[in-house]
T-cell receptor, first 115, second 114 residues
Framework: GAGVSQTPSNKVTEKGKYVELRCDPISGHTALYWYRQSLGQGPEFLIYFQGTGAADDSGLPNDRFFAVRPEGSVSTLKIQRTERGDSAVYLC?????????????FGPGTRLLVL | AQSVTQLDSQVPVFEEAPVELRCNYSSSVSVYLFWYVQYPNQGLQLLLKYLSGSTLVESINGFEAEFNKSQTSFHLRKPSVHISDTAEYFC????????????FGEGTQLTVNP
C-alpha cells in the first residue's frame, strides 16, 4: 500500500517568507509526527498528533512554527517569517496508534532551503 | 529527558567483513529501543526494535542488536556485510512512561567497499 507522502519534496524560499509543508500519512494511522533533520544530525522531534489534536508540541522551537491536522489525516506544518536556520529536511511519520512501542513509518521528507 | 549517543559517525568496512555500530543511551526511565536505516535517496525505515523479552533482536536481513541494560547500550551487529548495506543507521529511543516521541542519535554512515 501507499506509504507516507510529503509535498513538496523541495522548497526554496527567501528569509522572512511563509511556508507550508504537507504530510499525507498512511491510511488508517491515527498518530502523526513531525521531525526536523539538520545536515549531519539525527532527526529531532517537533510535534505529534493523536487524531486531530496535538498531543505533544514540546519540540516546536518557537512560535513561528505551527502544525495542524484538522480532519485527523493530512497534516500541514507552517513556518512563519522563515530564517536561514530553518533550513533542514522536515520529516513526517505516522503510526497505527500512538502506543510508545508502535513503529513509526517515515516519509521521504521535504528539503527546505531558506536563502 | 533521554539522549542517544552513536559513537562512530563513519564506519568503512570491506564486503563480507563483520561490523558493529555502537549506540549508548541515557534515560531516567525504561525505554524502547530502535534502529532505523536510511538508504541513499530514501526515507528512514525501521530495521529492528527492542520492546521487551529477549535482549537479542534480529532483522530480516541479518542484522542483530542486543539490549544491555547495565551498560545502557544497544549495539547493532552483522557478521558479514554486503555492499547493499551501505546506508546511514540511526539509533533511537522512546520512553515507556511518557509520550511517543523518538529521540535519535546523530547517525552512523556505514560504507561497504568491495
Amino acid at each position: 500500500g501507499a506509504g507516507v507522502s510529503q509535498t513538496p519534496s523541495n522548497k526554496v524560499t527567501e528569509k522572512g517568507k511563509y511556508v507550508e509543508l504537507r504530510c499525507d500519512p498512511i491510511s488508517g494511522h491515527t498518530a502523526l509526527y513531525w521531525y526536523r533533520q539538520s545536515l549531519g544530525q539525527g532527526p529531532e522531534f517537533l510535534i505529534y498528533f493523536q487524531g486531530t489534536g496535538a498531543a505533544d508540541d514540546s519540540g516546536l522551537p518557537n512560535d513561528r512554527f505551527f502544525a495542524v491536522r484538522p480532519e485527523g489525516s493530512v497534516s500541514t506544518l507552517k513556518i512563519q517569517r522563515t530564517e536561514r536556520g530553518d533550513s533542514a529536511v522536515y520529516l513526517c511519520a505516522s503510526s497505527l496508534t500512538s502506543g510508545r512501542q508502535e513503529t513509526q513509518y517515515f516519509g521521504p521528507g521535504t528539503r527546505l532551503l531558506v536563502l | 529527558a533521554q539522549s542517544v549517543t552513536q559513537l562512530d559517525s563513519q564506519v568503512p568496512v570491506f564486503e563480507e567483513a563483520p561490523v558493529e555500530l555502537r549506540c549508548n543511551y541515557s534515560s531516567s526511565v525504561s525505554v524502547y529501543l530502535f534502529w532505523y536505516v536510511q538508504y541513499p535517496n530514501q526515507g528512514l525505515q525501521l530495521l529492528l526494535k527492542y520492546l521487551s523479552g529477549s535482549t537479542l533482536v534480529e532483522s530480516i536481513n541479518g542484522f542483530e542488536a542486543e539490549f544491555n541494560k547495565s551498560q545502557t547500550s544497544f549495539h547493532l551487529r552483522k557478521p558479514s556485510v554486503h555492499i547493499s548495506d551501505t546506508a546511514e543507521y540511526f539509533c533511537a529511543v522512546s520512553e515507556k512512561t511518557s509520550g511517543s516521541r523518538l529521540t535519535f542519535g546523530e547517525g552512523t554512515q556505514l560504507t561497504v567497499n568491495p
